[in-house]
């Protein structure tokens, strides 16, 4: 013990382990001796602990000059030794990808993952600290999902259920599609999709809700998804991607969080839901005004949370009036 405190020849090995002394007649001999066997009956008696609590090495005995040998063999055994920085990394990049699966967000873990490829690939930081060991643990979960999702896509593909497997392929790269695993598999996968010139107006559809998808995770995500998810839905009326845009948009609105109400913002001076009148006087919804061009107003019934565009001349005089003033 006292040779790895003055040895210098041997500080640069001895400064990457935490030497412990351990009185064989003291309180704490017991329990350590109980919990690691060691070979031998003499005095001193040498062991190396992994970092994740193995036993590496347990026997009685000096070293002698086997000593910088012997510490250079065990490190090589040891895995990667992080530095304090690079834990600190760790364990903040695991926290927050651990609250983004919390929050259903498995792009912003994956994300968060990724920003660890400059100590190491995610999933392979080689490392028995616990922070290393949990990152690892995490980034395997998600290959896990990324799999899954990628088979669901191809099931339902090949099923006939041709727009909910174009779209779960294109988020599965999209979302798993930055770990190293999965890199491969999940772009093949999306290059056959396109290649496919039966699928074409399919893809594009999906495509286009998928990218609405995606702005969950930026700032006011929930709001701006909805937003987009609305225009995706008045763009593509009478589909599969207008049917999963409304359902996503009731979902986001379900969940809407930091103090919204709902997905959209009502317009300044109005109230959420409005009475719109046809140019005749006919006809008449409870609808929520999503968004209003020079031709057309896309509108969220009341009744049943569909996306209705009307052209904006077959709007009451009144209506029309009302889209000004906005």
């Known amino acids: 013990m006292e040779r790895l405190n003055t040895d210098r020849s041997i500080a640069p090995l001895v400064a990457q ?19 690691y066997s060691h070979e031998g009956n003499g005095i001193p008696i040498i062991f190396v602990v992994r970092a994740d609590g193995e036993k590496m090495y347990g026997k009685s005995g000096s070293l002698g000059d086997e000593l910088p040998r012997f510490l250079s ?8 030794i992080l530095t304090p920085a690079q834990l600190s990394q760790i364990q903040t990049a695991v926290s927050d990808a651990q609250q983004a699966l919390q ?16 100590i190491a690939p995610a999933g392979k930081l080689g490392s028995y600290a616990a922070a290393a060991i949990a990152a690892d643990q ?9 799999k899954a999702a990628l088979a669901s896509a191809q099931e339902k593909l090949s099923s006939g259920d041709k727009f909910a497997g174009a779209l779960g392929i294109l988020s599965a790269n999209r979302i798993y599609g930055a770990l ?51 225009k995706v839905a008045a763009r593509f ?49 409870e609808a929520e005004l999503v968004e209003a061009t020079d031709a057309a107003v896309t509108l969220k019934r009341k009744e049943d949370g569909r996306i209705v ?13 009302f889209l000004k003033q906005q």
Not at 17 to 35: A, C, M, N, Y
Not at 103 to 118: E, G, I, N
Not at 309 to 321: A, G, N, R, T, Y
């Open 103 to 118: 929050s259903q967000d498995p792009l912003s873990a994956v994300k968060r993952l990724d920003t660890l490829k400059k």
């Open 73 to 80: 063999s065990q490190l090589a055994s040891a895995g990667r």
């Open 180 to 230: 190293p695993e999965l890199k491969k598999d999940l772009g093949a996968a999306e290059r056959e999709l396109r290649k496919d010139g039966s699928l074409k107006e399919i893809v594009a559809q999906a495509e286009a809700v998928d990218k609405a998808l995606a702005l969950v995770s930026t700032k006011n995500g929930k709001k701006t998804a909805a937003e987009a998810l609305a």
């Open 17 to 35: 382990f935490v030497p412990l002394k351990i009185e064989t007649d003291g309180d704490q001999w017991g329990p350590f001796s109980r919990k």
């Open 309 to 321: 565009k009307v052209p904006i001349e077959k709007l009451s005089p009144e209506d029309q009036e």
């Open 237 to 285: 009326p009478d589909s599969d991607a207008a049917k999963v845009a409304q359902e996503k948009i009731a979902e986001l609105e379900s969940t809407a969080a930091d103090g919204q109400t709902g997905a959209f913002a009502p317009p300044v001076g109005s109230d959420k839901y409005r009475t719109w009148t046809d140019v005749t006087g006919s006809y008449k919804i």
């Open 138 to 146: 995490l980034a395997a979960q998600l290959v896990e999902d990324g």
